[in-house]
């Protein structure tokens, strides 16, 4: 039962009256009437009456306390038996919390969306908003320890309390890439910083040196011995663009609690740091200074340019010596240097005896060994003077019939064309629409060097479907030759134009060896779990791609052809880790997310990073392995953890049914008496 006051009226009238009643009192003492005690008491009276004082009666029903219990059930708790320990802790608890007459609200926590490990603080947060606080008697937390959002801890007002899993003898060692870069320049060499760490109770034959296996793009391994705990600095050099795929893996141990941290994945991106190309021009002509402007426009591009202005066969008595400002470096350039340049572009040029025989012979060295040659033909290609009939015939992919055509028509992309990435899909990149003869939206070209196949793949034609475009590898380099000098009319804009920026730039990276430009190639990529494979072939079809999960199962996945030479299928990822995806002789590999999650980075069961959590709300921090606690109630403020017990704040919570308000006194009572008190006020006065 509680006294109340039940006001008669609302509270500002009283207090206006009451204040009244004191300026009343107050002039009552000044005039010095003997009554003013009793008016004072009258008025008072009034004042209680209108305030009303009554007994409330309360009706309650009291609630249960709520103990909140949120279980850890991310991967790291199936390692070793922390699962069967946590299921014994939940059991044991539950029984004995709700043998109290208590209830127990248990939140699972699971792994974290992508890679977001043990979200233990944001479950915890969204569970106790759901609950009541002022029902809520403690927290208990069922965990290894290991999670990733302590700063999303909320407010509590009831002891919070830890149980770990795991055991005293529990022991792991982890691989950490502690410095990798997105992006590397080829040829370049970079350092990649490693560690290989141990953590909690690492056993005598652990050893202080253990195995390491690096594979890159999925080749075999190679192995080194490198010891534990420091820092080790790998020098790696990238010697193709696109992305290189670098695993490393880590002897295991049978005592270890995983092997999952003890491989990392390492994907970086090889870009070009400047191309250099060498343009050598035979003369002046217009479409020159297109070549030069499409080479200049690149700012990555270093160009080195020289045009024969003056052919040796003019007779006029000047010197060879006194023909150009700067001396024409061609030993310097075709036979030291030759080696550094990434592309060679020979634009209608012909055998003057500007360069020798040797030179050539070196050009043609160059790209066996890797270099790239670009013949773009004029008519001097199908004359006497043919650089054909130096030893760069030996690469070149075509052979001149001594024919030209001068004459209007239309570059045509042939069959093995469409399935070239070089030409694929090039009409879209045509600023006309298609003509009714089902011709290009292009302008034409106006001359042709007849030319007859070789080798390689004819990817455009010309007049009556001779090659026109011709690329090929050799060794391990690659040749391209345009039979035609007249290229620069589609970037003229002659009868509309056409994609001679595209083609160009393609070309140059198709022979530059650009990864997104490779004829025969198997990709994947990566979103959220869905993984597209995609294989360009210059085949007519491919045959099932062969995808090995982490876990070393295999799956067999049919290709559809969405246009020519490129083939696409999709599916999803089971598990993170790195697969390895193979199409006949090709074969590549990529990672779903990180080789080892962030679940499994800290495996070793601990309570650091909940200490500052737990510690100010008074609960305790304790060990399945020592035994299930008990538990005790404890006052609010108390210490709530012991050695085996832990404390729960009991919150007396309750619900109100019904409420009975009783006034102390009868009104007319208080009206009698305030009446009674103003006549004995007025009789005193009156006997003055």
Do not use: C
């Not at 469409?418 to 009409?427: C, F, G, K, Y």
């Not at 294989?535 to 876990?551: F, I, K, M, N, Q």
């Amino acid at each position: 039962m509680n006294i109340i006051l039940d006001p008669l009226i609302p509270p500002m009238p009283v207090a206006v009256l009451a204040v009244f009643l004191v300026l009343l009192v107050g002039f009552a003492i000044w005039r010095g009437l003997p009554g003013w005690w009793l008016r004072a008491l009258a008025g008072v009276t009034v004042l209680v009456a209108l305030a009303n004082p009554a007994l409330q009666d309360e009706d309650r029903e009291p609630l249960s306390d709520i103990v909140m219990m949120v279980v850890d059930r991310s991967a790291s708790q199936e390692l070793s038996d922390r699962g069967s320990q946590t299921a014994a802790a939940v059991d044991a608890l539950t029984r004995d919390i709700e043998g109290r007459g208590m209830e127990v609200r248990a939140v699972d926590v699971p792994d974290g969306i992508g890679d977001a490990g043990t979200e233990l603080m944001t479950v915890l947060s969204e569970a106790q908003a759901e609950e009541p606080q002022s029902r809520i008697a403690g927290t208990i937390l069922v965990t290894d320890g290991q999670l990733h959002d302590p700063q999303r801890a909320p407010e509590l007002q009831a002891p919070l309390h830890t149980l770990l899993t795991g055991r005293s003898t529990d022991w792991d060692r982890r691989l950490i890439i502690k410095n990798a870069p997105a992006f590397a320049i080829l040829d370049e060499e970079i350092v990649l910083t490693l560690k290989i760490e141990d953590q909690g109770a690492v056993p005598a034959d652990a050893g202080e040196t253990v195995d390491l296996a690096i594979a890159i793009d999925g080749e075999a391994p190679e192995t080194y011995n490198v010891p534990v705990g420091e820092d080790l600095n790998l020098p790696i050099t990238l010697t193709h663009g696109g992305r290189n795929v670098l695993q490393f893996q880590l002897a295991t141990m049978d005592t270890e609690l995983t092997d999952r941290n003890n491989a990392a994945v390492v994907q970086i991106n090889g870009v070009r740091d400047r191309l250099r190309v060498l343009l050598v021009s035979g003369e002046p002509h217009a479409g020159e200074r297109t070549w030069r402007n499409l080479l200049k426009s690149d700012s990555a591009v270093d160009l080195v340019h020289f045009t024969i202005l003056r052919p040796p066969e003019k007779q006029d008595g000047v010197p060879v010596s006194e023909l150009s400002l700067i001396a024409f470096p061609t030993r310097e350039l075709f036979l030291e240097k030759v080696n550094e340049f990434d592309l060679i572009i020979f634009d209608r040029y012909k055998r003057r005896g500007i360069l020798p025989a040797l030179y050539f012979d070196s050009i043609r060295q160059y790209v066996e060994t890797g270099g790239a040659v670009l013949i773009a033909a004029g008519p001097d290609f199908a004359s006497a003077d043919s650089i054909y009939r130096s030893s760069l015939g030996d690469i070149l992919p075509a052979a001149p019939t001594a024919r030209v055509f001068e004459e209007g028509y239309k570059p045509a992309i042939s069959e093995i064309g469409a399935r070239h990435p070089v030409t694929e899909s090039l009409e879209k990149f045509a600023p006309n629409a298609e003509a009714e003869d089902g011709t290009p939206g292009w302008g034409r070209w106006m001359r042709h060097v007849e030319v007859t196949e070789t080798s390689g793949h004819t990817v455009m034609t010309g007049i009556n479907e001779t090659p026109l475009l011709t690329l090929d590898r050799v060794g391990e380099g690659r040749v391209a030759l345009l039979a035609s000098d007249h290229a620069w009319l589609w970037h003229r804009g002659y009868e509309g134009g056409g994609p001679q920026l595209e083609l160009l730039r393609r070309l140059g990276h198709w022979m530059m060896r650009e990864p997104d430009l490779e004829e025969e190639a198997l990709t994947a990529s990566v979103e959220g779990q869905t993984v597209t494979l995609t294989r360009r072939t210059l085949a007519e079809g491919v045959g099932e791609v062969t995808v090995t999960d982490p876990d070393g199962s295999e799956r067999a996945i049919t290709l559809d052809e969405v246009r020519p030479g490129r083939f696409v299928a999709s599916f999803e990822g089971t598990s993170q880790g790195l697969y390895r995806v193979k199409e006949g002789e090709i074969e590549t590999v990529f990672a779903l997310g990180p080789a080892a999650p962030r679940e499994f980075v800290e495996t070793v069961a601990s309570g650091d990073k909940l200490e500052p959590i737990v510690a100010p709300l008074r609960g305790g921090i304790l060990n399945i392995e020592d035994g299930i606690p008990n538990v005790r109630m404890v006052s609010e403020g108390r210490n709530a953890a012991g050695r085996g017990w832990i404390g729960l704040t009991p919150r007396n919570a309750y619900v109100t049914t019904n409420i009975t308000v009783t006034p102390l006194v009868s009104s007319w009572l208080f009206l009698l008496l305030a009446a009674l008190l103003s006549v004995g006020a007025w009789l005193r006065e009156g006997r003055r």
